[in-house]
Antibody, heavy 119, light 107 residues
Framework: QVQLVQSGAEVKKPGASVKVSCKAS????????FSWVRQAPGQGLEWVGW????????NYAQRLQGRVTMTTDTSTNIAYMELRSLTSDDTAVYYC????????????WGQGSLVTVSS | SSVLTQPPSVSVAPGKTARITCGGN??????VHWYQQKPGQAPVLVIY???DRPSGIPERFSGSNSGNTATLAISRVEAGDEAVYYC???????????FGGGTKLTV
């Protein structure tokens, strides 16, 4: 069965960086890309970006461009999202989601990783 | 579509049919997907490609998409269907994925 298991909660100071991981199992890793979606407290879902596990191509939300980097490690089936220069506005639950590439939907989600930015 | 508009809330009595809309300019020409999110949980895909159901999603969930409105319908609503529902598209104009603001379904 498909499983996406994310790393644990993080507390960071403003200006710091955070790197969240998402380990996939139960399917061929390179058959699907990954998206990252975040949800600020009490708010809706916001797409952060996407990475191809096949060739490493990325596509980032414009408002986060320059601060976010997504990578994958096909030897361990792990996807990573790094966000730099954190502010309190980045406080959110970050989800990884397996992305179906034909019709562009998210069919499996990780459990979420809470990132709190606080001085 | 560059903006997806959902009503903030919908209320329905148990056993009735709930309809949640997702509005966007010519959204009928795009593929719309729907997610259910219960408090403290990750979203779950309930409808993909406008009207297809993933395995394990009850037949009570259905979707349609035409013109400027996509609709998620939940028939014979149960207390367990209470959640926030989000629509989502791939926005060709921006090359990005886009979510609606979410609709809280109260049963």
């Amino acid at each position: 069965q498909v499983q996406l298991v994310q790393s644990g909660a993080e507390v960071k100071k403003p200006g710091a960086s955070v790197k969240v991981s998402c380990k996939a199992s139960g399917y061929i890793f390179t058959d699907y890309g990954f998206s990252w979606v975040r949800q600020a407290p009490g708010q809706g879902l916001e797409w952060v970006g996407w990475i191809s596990t096949y060739n490493g191509n990325t596509n980032y939300a414009q408002r986060l461009q320059g601060r976010v980097t997504m990578t994958t490690d096909t030897s361990t089936n792990i996807a990573y999202m790094e966000l730099r220069s954190l502010t309190s506005d980045d406080t959110a639950v970050y989800y990884c989601a397996r992305t179906e590439w034909v019709h562009n939907y998210f069919d499996y989600w990780g459990q979420g990783s809470l990132v709190t930015v606080s001085s | 579509s560059s903006v997806l508009t959902q009503p903030p809330s919908v209320s329905v009595a148990p056993g009735k049919t709930a309809r949640i809309t997702c509005g966007g300019n010519n959204i009928g020409s795009e593929n719309v997907h729907w997610y259910q999110q219960k408090p403290g949980q990750a979203p779950v895909l309930v409808i993909y490609y406008n009207s297809d159901r993933p395995s394990g999603i009850p037949e009570r969930f259905s979707g349609s998409n035409s013109g400027n409105t996509a609709t998620l319908a939940i028939s014979r609503v149960e207390a367990g269907d209470e959640a926030v529902y989000y629509c989502q598209v791939w926005d060709n104009s921006s090359g990005h994925w886009l979510f609606g603001g979410g609709t809280k379904l109260t049963v």
